[in-house]
């Protein structure tokens, strides 16, 4: 089945630490983006990339890093530079040229 | 500045009552407008896409309908796993980078 995966599930960091969601998409898709969600708040996008090796800022960058070195793959790390970053966690994925984003199932991050 | 407002925030309907959610929008030129369905704890699971103005899409009890201001998400004969929350999503006309505009969304309620 195609799809997107995220792992882990849950996450659970404490204060200083980096840690590191995984986004893996089998469906070859060319674009691939991270969004934040917060309670009572829409998605924000933190980054996105639309080829390999290739990745922008979104609005909400500080404190983030990605890397795009297979088309499959858009990990996201959250560092400790990121003042609040418990949230729930979307990566999502798109055709190139084509407004569809898939999401997949995400990944709750709390920080102790 | 580009920006999505749903409504209401909450809704509570008793099974079988139609009712309709709103996502007005101000953007600089219309590219898509997009409504995804999320369950708690879920990633969203996209339901449709819409590109100008009178155009209309339908799945079992939903249809999507578009204006120049605003999109209408109509559920009608609700039943109780309908229950879930409606994200509403713009891309602008000015943006080829696929990022997407969401409002806060739309919590639904549907009680049998």
């Known amino acids: 089945d195609g799809g997107i995966t995220q792992s882990p599930k849950y996450l659970f960091r404490k204060e200083g630490q980096n840690v590191t969601l995984s986004c893996e998409q089998n469906?070859?898709?060319?674009?691939m983006y991270w969004y934040r969600q917060d309670p009572g708040q829409g998605l924000r996008l933190i980054y996105y990339?639309?080829?390999?090796?290739?990745?922008q800022k979104g609005d909400i960058a500080e404190g983030y890093s990605v890397s795009r070195e297979k088309k499959e793959s858009f990990p996201l790390t959250v560092t400790s530079a990121q003042k609040n970053p418990t949230a729930f966690y979307l990566c999502?994925?798109?055709?190139?040229?084509?407004?569809?984003?898939?999401f997949g199932p995400g990944t709750r991050l709390t920080v102790l | 500045e580009d920006q999505v407002t749903q409504s209401p925030e909450a809704l509570r309907l008793q099974e079988g009552e139609s009712s309709s959610l709103n996502c007005s929008y101000t953007?600089?030129?219309?590219?898509?407008l997009f409504w995804y369905r999320q369950d708690p704890g879920k990633g969203p699971e996209f339901l449709f896409t819409?590109?100008?103005a009178g155009e209309e899409k339908e799945k079992e009890r939903l249809k999507a309908t578009l204006t120049k201001k605003e999109s209408f998400l109509h559920i009608t004969a609700p039943k109780p796993e309908d229950s879930a929350t409606y994200l509403c999503?713009?891309?602008?006309?000015?943006?080829?980078?696929?990022?997407?505009?969401f409002g806060q969304g739309t919590t639904l309620q549907v009680k049998p």
């Open positions: 953007v600089s030129g219309l590219r898509g």
């Open positions: 999503a713009v891309q602008a006309g000015w943006s080829n980078t696929g990022k997407l505009i």
């Open positions: 819409l590109y100008s």
């Open positions: 990339s639309q080829i390999v090796n290739d990745f």
């Open positions: 469906l070859n898709h060319d674009a």
């Open positions: 999502a994925s798109s055709i190139r040229g084509h407004n569809e984003q898939f």
